[in-house]
């Protein structure tokens, strides 16, 4: 039963962390995961996304659409298959990592609440 405790804490620590993320950087982890995988500046599928960021490909959906509608990334038909869009960043959406990037995101608070967690 300890270790169900455990686990219990160890999702709360990340919700907290995922929360202050949130409201600190206007986007979910999983919306910034989507612009750390494209910041390289190559096109990539909602395939590739799903595969980076690790969600099911209807809800990779619904994050590609919340970061497109921020203006961060753009769709694009892949000219080698009419079937299949790519998506790439924008200007802003390189701003945005850019920002990100200088910006402490917690990290050092995140992992000492997860060590406290496993005691």
Do not use: H, W
């Amino acid at each position: 039963m300890e270790d169900i405790c455990t686990i219990k804490d160890i999702y709360k620590t990340l919700y907290q962390f995922e929360k202050a993320f949130a409201e600190c950087n206007g986007m979910t982890i999983n919306e910034a995961m989507i612009l750390c995988c494209l910041k390289d500046g190559e096109a990539k599928t909602a395939g590739a996304l799903s595969e980076f960021v690790g969600l099911s490909n209807s809800r990779i959906s619904k994050v590609i659409n919340a970061v497109e509608g921020k203006q961060l990334i753009r769709r694009l038909i892949n000219p080698n298959d009419k079937r299949q869009m790519l998506f790439s960043l924008t200007p802003e959406g390189r701003a945005c990592i850019a920002t990100m990037q200088g910006k402490d995101l917690g990290f050092d608070n995140f992992f000492t609440n997860l060590r406290k967690c496993l005691g």
